[in-house]
């Protein structure tokens, strides 16, 4: 495994820093020595794969769905059984809402009965993601007036969550209970490599948000830049701050608008730098001989994750 995999897994920034206009890296680091970890992850993962898929326990059915694609149909079904188990757990409802968002037919039943993405909306009605996509899904329908109207209900929403980090915690706890004599530290870097491998879906969707904004009448352009700006100023995690400060410079026009938000971009990708820095000695730990060395590391990784969990990747780093 990469070392620079590893860290954006490690500080669930590999969306973050990699949301360059044309959705590569700020930067690419020479690939480091694979982890000494690495058959030990193998026999983890697979040893957690055959456990998730065997359970009926709804955080376990969730972690199923989320390490294997393969199926959509049966991604979605999973899920939803998740979901209605734990009718209370918002990283389920996300998570069946955008895997209902993919263009399947036939359109599984879980997905054809309820519109997900507004029960997601509806169910949390203060988290400006759902608004988001659903903004998206107007623009790729093609309905522009429904696009600026929930664009501009984004711009009022008071914060921005698609539950990374809690998702990152869940799937951290579930190698934790995995048994055997697997070193934490092998069972971390694993946690980090899951992390990596989900890019947030929403910060991706955002790329395409008002592409033509410049040619756009004021109305939508105007939409787009406060949509951006929001996302950029309160969003939970440095994906979505980086992808909201992206839609609000190519909404401005030339000149002070246009000025004004190539700065908040620059702040916002600088931050998520620094913080994604901080986490290079805790990723370098976990690849210690030192036995002491890696259980303190374990343990920081845990509070780290515990911590963006309950309060946002951004708080956590204490840079909000």
């Keep these: 495994m990469p070392r620079s995999r590893f860290v954006a897994g490690l500080l669930a920034l590999a969306a973050s820093l990699a949301l360059a206009q044309n959705g590569s890296r700020l930067s690419d680091p ?34 199923a769905g989320r390490l294997d694609s393969t199926d959509p149909w049966a991604q979605v079904a999973v899920l939803a059984r998740a979901r209605t188990q734990a009718p209370g757990e918002k990283v389920f409802i996300a998570s069946l809402a955008i895997a209902c968002l993919a263009p399947l037919q036939p359109l599984p039943a879980e997905c054809d009965a309820t519109d997900r993405l507004a029960d997601w909306a509806t169910r949390d009605e203060d988290n400006g993601v759902p608004a988001l996509l659903l903004a998206d899904r107007a ?3 093609n309905n522009g007036a429904a696009m600026v109207a929930y ?10 969550d698609d539950y990374q980090n809690r998702a990152a915690l869940i799937l951290w706890e579930a190698l934790r209970a995995v048994p055997g004599a697997v070193d934490p530290a092998a069972r971390a870097a694993l946690a980090a490599n899951y992390a990596a491998a989900h890019a947030s879906y929403a910060a991706g969707q955002m790329q395409s948000l008002c592409r033509d904004a410049q040619k756009a009448p004021d109305e939508v352009r105007h939409a787009c830049a406060a949509a951006g700006s929001a996302v950029a100023q309160r969003a939970s995690t440095w994906s979505l701050r980086v992808a909201g400060a992206r839609l609000a410079e190519r909404s401005a026009l030339p000149g002070a608008g246009y000025d004004s938000a190539q700065r908040q971009l620059a702040d916002v990708q600088r931050r998520a730098f620094e ?9 370098q730990a976990l690849e210690s001989p030192d036995a002491s060395v890696r259980t303190r590391a374990v343990s920081q990784w845990e509070a780290m994750l515990a911590e963006e969990a309950r309060v946002g990747e951004v708080a956590a780093c204490g840079k909000g």
């Design 30 to 63: 020479a690939p480091a020595a694979p982890s000494r970890w690495q058959q030990e992850q193998d026999t983890l993962d697979q040893a957690l794969r055959a456990r998730v898929l065997a359970s009926a326990e709804p955080r376990e059915m969730w972690v």
């Design 139 to 141: 623009r790729r329908r």
């Design 275 to 283: 913080c994604a820095e901080a986490g290079n000695a805790i990723a």
């Design 151 to 160: 664009l501009e209900e984004v711009a009022r929403l008071p914060r921005f």
